[in-house]
């Protein structure tokens, strides 16, 4: 005996939205079932419908307002950046879309990238609307601190410190233990400037070995980051040393020589501390550099391109500055934290690398 269907047989006289539906046959003579479509699942539907073809429209005009530059004008914008920022012709200078400008109305915008292969910089630019002129304006955001940005892009996080333990006041100095310049900031900052700012800065050195001229850079950075992994001390002795006497390193006769004798020196510094001897050879044996790497890519991207490079609170030195200068900087990074700046007394002109 066959079920009697317990819900509504389809009706001609049925509007067509209330007879969408899916089929369940459930008798020889074809007697199906019929499931109402629920409003909500009919409104789901348009919504979904809507938002799609909204997306499509944003998509056409966001394409409609972007336009590619004319050959002409691209030529005209390449030539006058080329000319005015002295671009080498060996990098790329590309010219992306116009667009109205949202902030200067009567005027599109146009970004142009310098392009070396490994680095890219992007300028931001104004053409009026008859492209006869362009601009480079630089917009500022007073809501925002640029040295509280950067120094939130380093990070100091496990790297040794001297000075103050945790200061308002952070210095932190991409380092290469090959550069003379570096020699001559390192023999600056410590001691004579570690003396009079020690009670209230934090100094921290980070790696950024220029490996193109300074071939023992990298592996001396490797050594004494594993003596900084058992002891702070450890470290700063060894960046003391090798800063005083670069060229007991470099007079070495082949490359393997050099490599050796930055071991010896970090052994050396490793009996001093009475790290452990295993631990400490295991890890200059390895000489794992991503660590190193990671500070370079972490330099880059805040603007460091040679060395000695400091931040003082995010404010950046370029260079083995003079003690006046750094003191300057200092001074003023104190004030803005509300620290109390130490007297100063009368330097003796700055030490040059041995």
């Known amino acids: 005996m066959l079920a009697t269907p317990t819900a509504k047989l389809w009706s001609p006289i049925r509007p067509w939205w209330q007879v969408i539906s899916d089929r369940v046959f459930v008798t020889p003579a074809s007697l199906y079932e019929i499931i109402d479509f629920k409003l909500p699942m009919l ?22 307002a972007a336009q590619s530059v004319a050959p002409e004008l691209s030529q005209k914008i390449e030539r006058q950046v080329r000319s005015y920022y002295k671009v080498p012709p060996e990098l790329k200078v590309l010219i992306g879309p116009i667009s109205p400008s949202a902030d200067f109305p009567g005027y599109d915008s146009v970004v142009v990238t310098i392009d070396n292969g ?7 630019m104004l053409i009026s609307k008859d492209h006869s002129s362009m601009i480079r304006l630089t917009k500022f955001d007073l809501n925002k601190d640029p040295y509280a940005e950067t120094m939130s892009k380093i990070d100091t996080s496990g790297r040794p410190t001297r000075g103050a333990k945790s200061s308002k006041v952070v210095v932190v100095n991409f380092d290469d233990f090959e550069c003379p310049f570096c020699s001559r900031m ?3 900052l410590f001691p004579e400037i570690l003396k009079e700012y020690g009670d ?3 100094f921290v050195y980070k790696d950024y070995p220029l490996t193109e001229i300074h071939p023992w850079a990298t592996h001396a950075a490797v050594d004494a980051n594993c003596l900084a ?3 702070n001390d450890a470290y700063w002795d060894f960046a003391d040393y090798i800063h005083a006497n670069q060229r007991e390193v470099s007079n070495e006769k082949t490359p393997p020589e050099r490599l050796n004798a930055l071991d ?3 052994l050396l510094q490793g009996q001093k501390h009475n790290l452990d001897t295993v631990k400490l050879q295991s890890c200059i044996k390895a000489q794992d550099d991503s660590a190193i790497k990671a500070s370079m890519k972490e330099a880059e991207g805040i603007g460091v391109e040679a060395t000695p490079t400091m931040f003082i609170n995010g404010q950046k030195i370029d260079g083995a500055v003079p003690p006046s200068e750094l003191r300057a900087a200092l001074d003023r990074a104190l004030k803005d ?3 109390p700046v130490p007297s100063h007394t009368a330097t003796s002109t700055p030490p040059v690398a041995r």
């Open 264 to 266: 010896r020196i970090t």
């Open 337 to 339: 934290a509300n620290l």
């Open 229 to 231: 992994a058992q002891n």
């Open 43 to 64: 409104r789901r539907f348009f919504v979904t419908l809507f938002r799609r073809s909204f997306l499509l429209l944003l998509v056409v005009c966001l394409g409609c």
């Open 186 to 188: 390192h023999q600056e």
């Open 118 to 124: 490994d680095r890219k910089q992007d300028l931001k």
């Open 200 to 202: 209230v800065i934090t």
